[in-house]
């Protein structure tokens, strides 16, 4: 699937995003005439620059101020009210549920029910609505893939709801849009949109488990385990991302680097400095078990 | 003795530093909230370029994320808590008495304190840069992320007590406007026929007293769990969206109390350029309080994105699109006398064109902000970043600076240089719009706001490297008009009373006025007594310091008051007050008890002086 770098609110891929992108139009087209009027009343002020003496100039004031705007703003307010519920959480049951939470500074994905837990990247089957269900692990974040719907907040003690669906295929980046912290510009996510049969493939490989191969025994010894979870295996920390299928994403640090052998490795070497405050610290690691852990990673597909 | 040698002698302070710590002149004090809150605003302009010039490229490594962080905090707590209202309160300190014709504010030695607490508490805020510890998490300081939890250092403590502090002085003065412009109008200068200045000042310290309770609670309760972890907005029972409503219910107001005096100067300038009254003068003064009380009644659009049920939503949505009427209202009047009259193309009157234009696209980006589904999608977004600049930069600051270009002649009694006038508005016209326009358009293209860094290939960087230019064309634009004023200070061509052809008050005496104001009291009977040939000259009540109370809507002579000489008590309770908020921030005991003691003394002392000049 080809990388559409984009979370433009103009490229709608979505019936909500293409509603909310329709008002968008419509608003510039009505602000655009508004604004022609005004400049030009006042280029015509300005240029005639002589007193007319006889207007009082009230009746402008009533229609420009009061009549027009009204009619306008009513009309609005009614469209508003009718485009509310399209860009809402789902009101039935849908056929598929996701739960997101935020954390600083990743993304938690679950598919309740089927045993997935994942990071940083959500997939979703074409042509199907799906309830997300958000919350935050920590403080306020904000949902938010602009190509697919409007933005929603996820706040302490409680569960948000916002629906889903596309039935175009493709990648759709996503961020963090509530200021959280040192490392909120570097919360970002993607959504991948794929056909029903592949979605399915995608969602029985990460609900396997992984295996303790070799490599592992340097995660634990390493402390990895501590923060992060590898299903199947001992390592069940869980202040960071799930890693059990790691090097099947596409991205690493919600979105801070490729998920490429030199970025892991860099990344794995280094984390703070690449997104300076995150909570992974830099271990100092051998040569050669460094080696051994990063194909072990690298074997988490 | 001639009543105005008498004047002189009993207005006249005792001069050097004594005068300058004890005066009670609202002149004086109304200078010192101009100058000073003009210094806060070269302070939060820095702080912008230095974010501007961080986002100038993709990935750019210049500011860390910390100081990045830091850095908008302070811009935006400065611009709207140390700039926009004490240079606005600074407007009208100068100004309300001299409009009104009266020789004070009504409690000057209140106005005094509010000034001292201004600045000590601008300090305040302004000493955690030293300690590198400034406010980190936006001027509306979400929680949890501003609970000890997230931010366990003394950020956010310089944060709540630094507004708690502040919230003293915008409080003592709003109420000190209200019952200056209450009960010490020129008689005759009935409600009716207020200045539309003055109009504004009164509705905004309105919405002062209503709104500022709100946020002062909001940081009460937040100190209170960070110090001593009380349940508020988090733990068992605590509830973090409290935050974000008291937030708003203070902070929709809190634009509006920028805005209103803001287009109060402008319903000053436009009938002075144009050469005619206001049109619709009574129009303009009724939007001025439908603004100040619809205010209240917007805050929820803030938090659209909360997860609220539709049926609030649509209430907020409704109220959002009802308070864009009385501010069509008051553009079409500002356009209608434009029409109506003969257009004067002065620097002033260019900085109303500038801020007409401007505030429409602002109030229009506005409105679609009321449409729920567009205000979900780009909220949070650069679009409103874009927006709030096009409503408080256009909508404040332009108007701000024609005042400054307006009143100046008044102040300095010399004119400010018009070319360089005139080249200082095409740079900050031209600079504010390279600088906001494009973050329509970062926003729409799905950057969000309060990131310190981004991707080189979503189409940000196009935008972003527009706005950065923009910025610095803006800063040089901002320097031309502080160059403008020390020139004009320093060596202007001498201004003369009335350099205009001003319609209120304070064109009928000398540039700068004197202690007094005014000579002789005047007696009015329009809405534009300088224009009037019936204006008056009444009595000059040389004996002492007095002024006229008047009626509150007739403006009937009631009363001859004494006003109070110079005081050193407000100068000394802002001080201990210092040592209070001080020793509350470093949470040592001896030290908050110590400050308390002192601003107990302070207040004690004030009164046994009030106690003796009242008898």
């Known amino acids: ?301 | 003795m001639s009543a105005t040698v008498e004047l002189e002698r009993e207005w006249t302070g005792p001069g050097g530093l004594r005068e300058a710590l004890t005066t009670v002149d609202h002149k004086v004090i109304g200078v010192r909230y101009l100058v000073t809150a003009g210094i806060f605003f070269l302070a939060g302009g820095l702080e912008a370029l230095a974010l501007r010039t961080q986002l100038a490229v993709p990935r750019n490594e210049l500011l860390q994320p910390e100081a990045f962080n830091q850095l908008f905090s302070m811009h935006g707590i400065t611009m709207i808590f140390l700039f926009a209202t004490p240079m606005l309160s600074g407007f009208g300190n100068y100004l309300v008495p001299l409009m009104i014709g009266a020789r004070d504010m009504a409690f000057p030695r209140l106005n005094a304190f509010g000034y001292w607490v201004f600045l000590a508490s601008g300090l305040f805020l302004y000493s955690s840069l030293l300690f590198g510890l400034a406010p980190n998490d936006g001027w509306f300081n979400y929680v949890p992320l501003s609970q000890a939890e997230f931010t366990p250092e003394r950020n956010i403590d310089f944060y709540a007590l630094g507004l708690l502090f502040l919230a003293i002085s915008t409080t003592v003065g709003a109420v000190n406007f209200i019952v200056t412009i209450f009960a010490l109008r020129a008689p005759g200068m009935s409600i009716a026929r207020l200045p539309l200045f003055c109009w504004a000042i009164l509705a905004t310290s309105f919405s002062v007293v209503f709104a500022l309770p709100a946020l002062s609670v909001a940081n009460l309760l937040l100190e209170l769990e960070r110090k001593w972890g009380w349940h508020f907005y988090g733990g068992r029972g605590g509830e973090p969206l409290l935050w974000q409503h008291l937030f708003w219910i203070f902070g929709h107001p809190d634009v509006y109390i920028i805005f209103l005096p803001a287009v109060g100067i402008v319903s000053t300038i436009v009938p002075v350029f144009c050469r005619r009254p206001m049109v619709g003068y009574l129009w303009v003064a009724a939007a001025t309080v439908a603004t100040a009380i619809l205010g209240f009644g917007v805050w929820v659009h803030h938090m659209f994105a909360v997860g609220l049920p539709q049926v609030s939503m649509t209430f907020f949505a409704a109220a959002s699109f009802v308070i864009a009427i009385p501010s069509a209202v008051q553009v079409f009047a500002w356009i209608s006398t434009a029409l109506t009259g003969r257009a004067v193309l002065a620097t002033p009157f260019l900085f109303v064109l500038g801020f007409l234009l401007v505030f429409v696209i602002g109030g229009l980006t506005g409105v679609m902000f009321a449409v729920v589904p567009f205000d979900q999608q780009v909220t949070d977004s650069y679009f409103v970043v874009a927006h709030f600049h096009y409503v408080l930069f256009g909508g404040a600051v332009f108007p701000i600076l024609a005042g400054v270009y307006f009143w100046l002649p008044k102040l300095a009694g010399r004119m400010p240089l018009e070319p360089l006038g005139q080249v200082s508005f095409w740079l900050v016209f031209a600079g504010f719009n390279l600088t906001f326009f494009p973050m329509h358009v970062s926003g729409l293209l799905g950057m969000p706001r309060r990131v310190y860094t981004y991707p080189g290939d979503l189409g940000w960087d196009v935008p972003n490297l527009l706005s950065t230019a923009g910025a610095f064309t803006l800063a040089l634009g901002i320097l031309a008009v502080v160059v403008n004023v020390l020139l004009t200070v320093r060596g202007g061509r001498p201004a003369g009373g009335d350099p205009w052809g001003g319609n209120t008050l304070e064109w009928t005496t000398s540039s700068p006025p004197p202690h007094y104001n005014f000579a002789r009291l005047p007696v009015v009977h329009s809405a534009d007594p300088a224009w009037d040939a019936a204006t008056e000259e009444g009595p000059s009540l040389s004996e002492g310091h007095k002024t006229l109370r008047t009626s509150v809507l007739d403006a009937e002579r009631e009363d001859v008051l004494e006003m109070p000489p110079g005081s050193a008590w407000p100068a000394l309770l802002a001080v201990a007050l210092f040592v209070l908020f001080a020793g509350l921030l470093v949470d040592v005991t001896a030290f908050w008890v110590a400050g308390s003691a002192l601003s107990t003394g302070a207040l004690l002392g004030w009164h046994v002086e009030r106690a003796r000049f009242d008898a």
């Open chain 1, 1 to 301: 699937v080809a990388v559409a770098a984009s979370q433009s609110t103009l490229e709608p891929a979505s019936d909500a995003a293409r509603t909310i992108a329709d008002l968008w139009w419509l608003l510039f087209a009505v602000s655009a005439v508004v604004f022609a009027v005004v400049l030009a009343l006042v280029v015509l002020a300005v240029l005639r620059r002589r007193s007319r003496g006889a207007g009082t100039g009230r009746p402008l004031v009533l229609v420009g101020g009061v009549a027009v705007p009204a009619v306008v703003l009513v009309a609005l307010f009614a469209l508003t009210v009718a485009t509310l519920p399209g860009v809402s959480a789902p009101t039935g049951e849908t056929a598929l549920t996701i739960e997101v939470k935020g954390r600083q500074w990743f993304w938690e994905v679950r598919y309740p029910g089927r045993g997935v837990v994942t990071a940083n990247e959500i997939h979703l089957p074409l042509g199907t609505p799906v309830e997300l269900r958000v919350r935050t692990g920590d403080v306020v974040h904000s949902f938010w893939v602009p190509r697919l719907n409007r933005k929603i907040d996820m706040i302490p003690g409680r569960v948000n709801s916002i629906e889903l669906e596309t039935d175009r295929e493709g990648v759709y980046r996503g961020q963090c849009a509530e200021f959280c912290g040192l490392q909120h510009a570097n919360m970002a996510f993607e959504i991948v949109a794929e056909p029903p049969a592949r979605f399915e493939r995608w969602l029985a490989v990460q609900a396997e488990p992984a295996r303790e191969a070799e490599g592992f025994a340097l995660f634990e010894e390493y402390g990895c385990g501590g923060c992060h979870t590898i299903r199947g295996t001992s390592a069940d920390g869980v202040a960071g991302p799930d890693l059990t299928h790691v090097a099947s994403r596409r991205t690493l640090a919600a979105g801070t680097l490729e998920n490429t052998r030199g970025d892991l490795a860099a990344w794995v070497l280094d984390p703070q400095e690449h997104k300076p405050g995150n909570k992974m610290p830099a271990i100092e690691i051998p040569p050669d078990d460094f080696r051994e852990l990063l194909a072990y990673l690298e074997s988490l597909e």
